[in-house]
Structure formats: C-alpha cells, structure tokens
C-alpha cells in the first residue's frame, strides 16, 4: 500500500455509502493517515487506546497507515477496507444528523459495523438497558450489542425505514426524542425492540 489511498477503491466505498444512505450531493471527507499513536492522539486531541486503528473528525477521516497497524494496534492488517466502509459510515451519519458525537452510540457504531459486515463478538448478556448505557457512552460492547440491534432491525423492517430515522436525527437530539422517533418510525417502544433482541440472541424465556 502507498502513502496515499487508493482512490477507485475509495470511490467505490462512497458510492455504496451514497447508496445506502439515499444521499448524493454529499461532501466526500479528505483522508488522513497517521504512522504513530502520538500522531493519532494529536489529531483527535486525546489519549487514545492501543485499539482505536481510524476515527472520523469534521476535517476528515484518520487512519492508522496500514503498514503501521499491526506494530501500533491489537489489529489484523487484513480488513483496511472494512475499516473505511466503518468510517465512511460515521462520515455519512455526521453529514446527515448535523452532529459530530454520533448519538446514539449503539445507532451509530451498530450502523458502521452492519455496513462495513464488521460481524463482530457477541456481547455479554445483561439486565441493563443497553440502549441507554451506550446512548452516549462507548466501550467494547457498543459495537457489538449495536451490530445485533442494526442487523435485527433491518432484518425486521427494511433499511429504508433505518436509514429514514437517521434523517430524522438532527443537532438538537436527546435521548427523548429518539425515543420517540424510534416509537413512530418501527411502531415498537425501543425498550420493547431491545427486549426481542435479547430474546433473539439469548434464547431467553
Ligand atoms: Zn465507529
């Protein structure tokens, strides 16, 4: 791999982004490659885990260069362009939602891992309401109860309808307006599509 991405297979990635999402007139992010943690931690302007391998700022998308993200990070250098897909995802969310957060967490990261096919571990089980622990918050489960709760509601209602609630999200959001928007988009309270996905994956009575 060069210094610099390789653009037809970038503009694949956007096309599918554009796709999905039903959005054309898009602002394309600039794409940044960084070759050390401190580099990472300069630009996101924290410190970072050894895990975190591209993150998606206002200015652009930042990668770990490939031939650094076995040296730098837990990570595989096998799946660079899932990588992108994910990132491209947050890209698109952002531009939609007019937010820089990605709230909620579980929509956001659940989204970018069901797009990127990033099938990842299955979560731990919990009585806890995920939806409000990873509304704002972020760890290792986010992206995995995200993936189940994105795949079941695709799998449930269709993406449009998914994709048709990401648009209804703006800077203003709270955890109670998504609430709602979530009950008239699906016609199921989020706590009640929560549950079923617990049951789904945990076989539970
Ligand atoms: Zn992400």
New binding site residues.
Partial sequence: MTKNIEQDKLNIVIKECQDFFGQKNNVTPKIIFVYSREEMDKALGRKTQDWVR???RPEGLYFIHPSKVEELTPHKNDDFWKVVK??M??WFYNQITGTHN?EPRWL??GL??FMAEQKGLVPSFTEESITQKYYSFTDNET?RWGYLMVKDLVDEFGKEKVVSLVKKINNKLTEGIFSELFKNEFGVSLSAFEKKVKRHYFKLR
């Fill in positions: 591209a993150s998606t994910h990132e995802s947050h990605g956001a990261e970018a891992m992206y």
